[in-house]
């Protein structure tokens, strides 16, 4: 009987060694790799005034006259936002990671998300940024900047962050 | 003596339960993980005679004049492959995905792979592709489509991929 027994406390400490060694390091490595390496470096914090919170700039192809476009890959923290402004020759967005939103001036702020492309016509106010519980990674392409560079105006301040998610489509 | 037999296969079950509900379930969930959805999606297979081997493409911003770009998401299977080409405004790849090449001509082919930036210049002949092992997945944005869309030229035969490989940076 006890030599039973001890079979049987031998395979139970197999078992706890099995739960141990080949079960908890296959969750170690998942949590590695849902630590996913981004697409593209996360680059400088942005220090202008034209943001409210902390985004970071990675810049990815400088503006000149060959390629007439400027390409940013912009990463905002939650409730990161830039400021009011337009674009002379449009803009388009590649949205990476991370959920947030678009607003044009005068139309309910957007949800958008991974994977949406977000057009933003000439010479329309609008801002764009993360929501308020999640970050938000974008490419922003700049087009037709042989017409200007962005213009920017007032800050989209708390109070209205949280009134225009509110009220978004 | 037999209850403590008793308790100690219950143990035992207990501890093989919790292997198969608390340790394979988060094994499977992992596999599921790894398999990562795309950035964007694949689309149509390439049907065009543009392109050698297997190659996809999902447009992402269709040329207009407003924008003057067009923006499209392409992956190439394994050796799959631009023919040769040029772009009047020129075009900038993102690379999202696995790993190719990229090749002037007249220059040797440059490795390129997931993070990094490739600036065509106007009117300059080239190809992209994957490598004989790795898919390779792109934005290709091309610029200033006023002047004109892209000039489609030879194919980069079996021979010269291998041989322009073999040369590579």
Chains 1, 2 share one sequence.
Not at 41 to 65: H, R, Y
Not at 69 to 74: A, D, K, Q, R
């Amino acid at each position: 009987m006890m030599g039973m027994l001890k079979s049987i406390l031998f395979a139970f400490a197999i078992s706890i060694t099995l739960i141990i060694g080949g079960c908890w390091h296959p969750l170690s490595e998942n949590a590695k790799e849902q630590k996913a390496e981004p697409l593209f470096p996360k680059g400088d914090k942005i220090t202008n005034n034209n943001f409210s919170g902390t985004a970071w700039l990675q810049m990815l192809v400088l503006n000149d006259s060959t390629y007439n476009t400027s390409i940013g890959n912009v990463t905002f923290e939650p409730r990161a936002r830039t400021n009011w402004h337009k674009h002379p020759g449009g803009q388009i967005l590649l949205v990476t990671e991370g959920k947030g939103y678009y607003q044009e001036k005068g139309k309910p702020a957007q949800r958008i998300q991974k994977g949406d492309v977000v057009k933003i016509p000439p010479d329309t106010e609008h801002w764009h940024g993360a929501a308020p519980d999640n970050e938000l990674v974008h490419i922003a392409i700049s087009l037709n900047t042989d017409k200007g560079g962005a213009i920017w105006l007032q800050p989209v301040t708390d109070e209205e962050y949280d009134q225009l998610i509110k009220n978004r489509n």
